[in-house]
């Protein structure tokens, strides 16, 4: 692992969540006595920007790794964070933090949800570097997994984040000419979207019903479960194979036609942030049509994932974190993609056709030290939405950890706080706005 520079206190912020959560955890910073620093891509970075000092880079994106090694150097930057460490702005950054020794720290959504969020070192999910060799899981000790704050739903506070986001972005677009982003879009397609996701989760709650009752009545222990992605995420387009969700659908049905035992049912889930954007029935129905699977194969969107879990006979992903959930319920996981929990004696490491016959179970004590490993090297109990003093002061404390075990751990980098002092870690009253 790369060594990154020492005696640093100046840390940069990228792009981060849709809202506010970078502002707040730049002046989190700034108080514990970092200097800080952004550099906004577009104008709906810079609505949600804040810190010591606010740069735009307006620049064409091949200039992008240049501008930032200077920026870097000229600064004296320690720590780079962002969200995602697969947009354009981010996987090309970096090869320059690792030249530099800059620590390059990802977000992301929490790898074990609804109340954690995740902060690794180099990389997330298929990047990571944490250690889980067998040789290391079988040195863990299993710990309490605790998160004191409770998150709570945070759909409508997206909602409301993406499309300031959105719209700032398109009244500023004239100033950020070259900008590229992840997700090509416009607030009134966004808005367009949210809406329609809203109101189809209540459309389909009939359908859902009678599926449900179908999967947990007549179906127990005869259906696998597979969990769709949403259709840009980074993961499933870096990590995988699979062009399109599409594809993933096909594979996964085609294989089932020919290997899975003529009384096993198929489920697809749809993923609940891509209800607006994509449909997959059609193309179900088609596909299902085509090969002559009448009733074997069926399509749902807002079935609670756990009360699923309790009569399925497996779940099949391309490398999404509904596995971890999964393997944390015991269930067999086939992992289609590249994911870091794919580890012989956690999930399935035989073919598609081979887990419809005869799925790996799931080697509970080495799960429980892979998930108490998991937790306590790369979740926080915090939010990019909610409760941000809480989040921010946590994801804090949890970044100046990663620095003190990597320093007592014999050296891979360290970014030593000039003002170390930090409370403890805090409850938060469920009542808490």
Not at 109 to 137: C, F, K, M, W
Not at 138 to 167: C, E, F
Not at 186 to 207: D, I, M, Q, S
Not at 251 to 267: G, H
Request: one cysteine or more; glycine letters at 6%.
């Amino acid at each position: 692992m790369d060594q990154f520079n020492v005696q640093k206190s100046s840390v940069l912020f990228l792009q981060g969540p849709l809202g506010p959560f970078f502002r707040e955890l730049a002046g989190a910073f700034s108080q514990a006595g970092y200097d800080t620093h952004k550099i906004n891509f577009n104008g709906g970075d810079r609505f949600y920007a804040g810190a010591d000092c606010v740069t735009d880079y307006q620049g064409k994106p091949d200039d992008w790794p240049t501008f930032l090694q200077e920026y870097l150097s000229e600064h004296s930057i320690g720590a780079v964070f962002l969200l995602g460490d697969c947009r354009y702005y981010h996987r090309t950054a970096k090869p320059v933090c690792d030249r530099l020794g800059v620590a390059f720290m990802v977000f992301e959504e929490g790898y074990l949800r609804p109340n954690t969020i995740t902060l690794e070192p180099h990389g997330v999910n298929a990047l990571s570097r944490l250690d889980l060799s067998l040789q290391r899981l079988q040195q863990t000790t299993v710990k309490p997994v605790k998160t004191p704050v409770t998150i709570g739903n945070t759909m409508l506070r997206r909602g409301v984040y993406a499309s300031l986001y959105y719209w700032a972005a398109l009244f500023s677009r004239r100033q950020f000419p070259h900008s590229v982003h992840h997700r090509a879009s416009n607030p009134v397609k966004e808005g367009y979207c949210w809406l329609r996701g809203f109101a189809r989760k209540w459309l389909v709650k009939p359908a859902d019903y009678l599926i449900k009752r179908r999967l947990t009545k007549t179906c127990s222990q005869r259906f696998f479960l597979v969990p769709l992605q949403v259709h840009d995420d980074s993961q499933k387009i870096y990590h995988s194979n699979f062009s399109s969700v599409e594809s993933f659908i096909a594979e996964v049905i085609d294989s089932f036609k020919r290997y899975a035992a003529p009384d096993q049912v198929l489920c697809f889930k749809h993923h609940p942030m891509d209800r607006g954007y994509t449909h997959y029935g059609r193309f179900i129905r088609e596909k299902v049509k085509r090969l002559g699977l009448p009733d074997r194969v069926v399509y749902c969107h807002d079935v609670s994932l756990p009360e699923l879990y309790r009569h399925t006979a497996g779940v099949v992903t391309v490398n999404s974190t509904v596995g971890v959930s999964a393997l944390l319920h015991g269930l067999p996981v086939k992992v289609m993609g590249r994911a870091m929990y794919d580890i012989q004696g956690l999930t399935h490491q035989g073919s598609l056709a081979s887990f419809w016959k005869a799925p790996q179970p799931v080697d509970r004590s080495l799960f429980a030290k892979f998930h108490s490993l998991l937790f306590e090297q790369t979740q926080v109990n915090a939010s990019f939405f909610r409760h941000f003093d809480i989040s921010c002061s946590n994801a804090l404390m949890f970044f100046e950890k990663i620095i003190r075990q990597s320093v007592a751990s014999s050296a891979v980098y360290s970014l030593p706080s000039r003002n170390a002092s930090h409370p403890e870690v805090k409850d938060l009253p469920l009542s808490a706005a």
